[in-house]
């Protein structure tokens, strides 16, 4: 009661169109690069290639802030999409 009315988040692949969803181009691109490669982790040079953007922008480097400040990727040497969504992965 103290939460007040809250809807779940979806699960599977609707949690993954979800947050597709709700980010901005670049970091949805960078996450889509990342899903892609599940379960491999990449380097930010390979993910920023794979996505469409300079590995030194700032843009892209402010996705990839905001990418783990959701908790959807992790890592920063190597990246990889959270393991939370792997279900909702299309193979």
């Not at 947050?19 to 181009?25: D, R």
């Not at 670049?26 to 040079?45: F, M, V, Y």
């Not at 300079?54 to 999409?81: C, K, P, W």
């Amino acid at each position: 009661s103290a939460l007040g009315e809250w809807e779940p988040l979806p699960e599977g692949a609707a949690l993954v169109e979800y947050w597709l969803g709700q980010l901005s181009k670049a970091e949805a691109a960078a996450l889509r690069a990342l899903l892609d490669a599940w379960p491999a982790a990449l380097t930010k040079a390979e993910v920023a290639e794979r996505a469409g953007y300079a590995a030194d922008g700032g843009g892209f480097n402010n996705a990839l802030s905001r990418l783990r400040t959701l908790q959807l990727i992790d890592g920063y040497g190597q990246l990889r999409a959270d393991e939370t969504l792997a279900e909702g992965i299309p193979r």
